[in-house]
């Protein structure tokens, strides 16, 4: 079955500490995002890539930072610099072209800050 | 700069009585807008979409209106079930890439 893989589910990190989320899919979609969720607030967006080799910063990129070496794969690492890591983060990826298509989203990593 | 707003009060409904949500949006005139339907701990999953030249749209159980003018979309569900409880979000494209903005979601209670 076609769809989006996050891995890990549950991430600790330390103080200090670079930390990765993996993101894939086998949707063979070009477009890929990475969102962060916290409690009663919107999804709001960190990075986005339309191709492969190219991405953009999202609203909330500081502390962030991604690559996108094969269409399948976006991950995202969690630097040092970000002060406040403890979130929800959703992976999403979507067909482009005509108006008509919503995100496929992955099922999330919970990073947690110890 | 563009706001989504919906209701942040949680809804409960009786099963079978028709739930609607309201998604209200300033500063914007978007091309279509989208609903969403989360479960606690997972991703959200994608139901509708109603363009702007759209006033409503229906699928199953599901009905979305889209007014322009009001800045406003409702989304009802028909004849509930408390399977259809969770969280619903509303999301519209800003800018360029496709990208989405999301409102903070309304969460659903649909009790037997």
């Known amino acids: 079955d076609g769809g989006i893989t996050q891995s890990p589910k549950y991430l600790f990190r330390k103080e200090g500490q670079n930390v990765t989320l993996s993101c894939e899919q086998n949707?063979?979609?070009?477009?890929m995002y990475w969102y962060r969720q916290d409690p009663g607030q919107g999804l709001r967006l960190i990075y986005y890539?339309?191709?492969?080799?190219?991405?953009q910063k999202g609203d909330i990129a500081e502390g962030y930072s991604v690559s996108r070496e094969k269409k399948e794969s976006f991950p995202l690492t969690v630097t040092s610099a970000q002060k406040n890591p403890t979130a929800f983060y959703l992976c999403?990826?979507?067909?482009?072209?005509?108006?008509?298509?919503?995100?496929?989203f992955g099922s999330g990593t919970r990073l947690t800050v110890v | 700069s563009q706001k989504i707003e919906q209701n942040s009060e949680a809804l409960n409904i009786q099963e079978g009585k028709t739930a609607t949500l309201t998604c209200n949006y300033t500063?914007?005139?978007?091309?279509?807008l989208q609903w969403y339907r989360q479960d606690p701990g997972r991703g959200p999953v994608f139901l509708l979409l109603?363009?702007?030249?759209?006033k409503e749209k229906r699928k199953e159980r599901l009905k979305v209106t889209f007014d322009t003018t009001l800045k406003q979309s409702l989304f009802h569900i028909t004849a509930s079930q408390p399977a259809d409880s969770a969280t619903y979000l509303c999301?519209?494209?800003?800018?360029?890439?496709?990208?989405?903005?999301f409102g903070q979601g309304t969460e659903l209670s649909v009790k037997p």
């Open positions: 890539s339309q191709i492969v080799n190219d991405f």
């Open positions: 500063n914007y005139s978007p091309a279509y």
């Open positions: 999403a990826s979507r067909i482009t072209g005509p108006v008509g298509y919503g995100y496929t």
């Open positions: 999301a519209l494209p800003y800018n360029q890439g496709g990208k989405l903005i």
């Open positions: 109603i363009r702007e030249n759209e």
């Open positions: 949707l063979n979609h070009d477009a």
